[in-house]
Nanobody
Framework: QVQVVESGGGLVQAGGSLRLSCIGS????????MGWFRQAPGKEREGLSC????????YYVDSVKGRFTVSRDNANNTLYLQMNSLKPEDTATYYC??????????????????????WGKGTLVTISS
């Protein structure tokens, strides 16, 4: 059974940092491009990043460039999201996903929530002002 499980959410003051983790099991992790999404209350889910397998690069949505950094540890089936300089508007439930493709170029865009093979259940991040 495939599982994608996020952790690390919580309450942080504006300007602070948080690191989310995502562990995949039941799948050959490094065969998949992996991504982070978020959904704020009353808003649509948006894509934050896409990281290709192995040496594939990472694409980011403009709103998090320079503040969020994604890394992946294929040996431990783990994807990380380091979030710095957090703002109240970053408050959302954050989701990890394994895409149906291995590389992001020409396939991923922040507004496209399709192309996902497996979703996590999400972890809540709340940023206080």
């Amino acid at each position: 059974q495939v599982q994608v499980v996020e952790s690390g959410g919580g309450l942080v003051q504006a300007g602070g940092s948080l690191r989310l983790s995502c562990i995949g099991s039941g799948l050959t992790f490094d065969n998949y491009a992996m991504g982070w999404f978020r959904q704020a209350p009353g808003k649509e889910r948006e894509g934050l990043s896409c990281t290709g397998r192995s040496l594939g690069g990472t694409y980011y949505v403009d709103s998090v460039k320079g503040r969020f950094t994604v890394s992946r540890d294929n040996a431990n089936n783990t994807l990380y999201l380091q979030m710095n300089s957090l703002k109240p508007e970053d408050t959302a439930t954050y989701y990890c996903a394994a895409f149906t493709y291995a590389y992001c170029g020409g396939r991923w865009s922040p507004r496209n929530t399709g192309g996902v093979a497996y979703w996590g259940k999400g972890t809540l991040v709340t940023i206080s002002s």
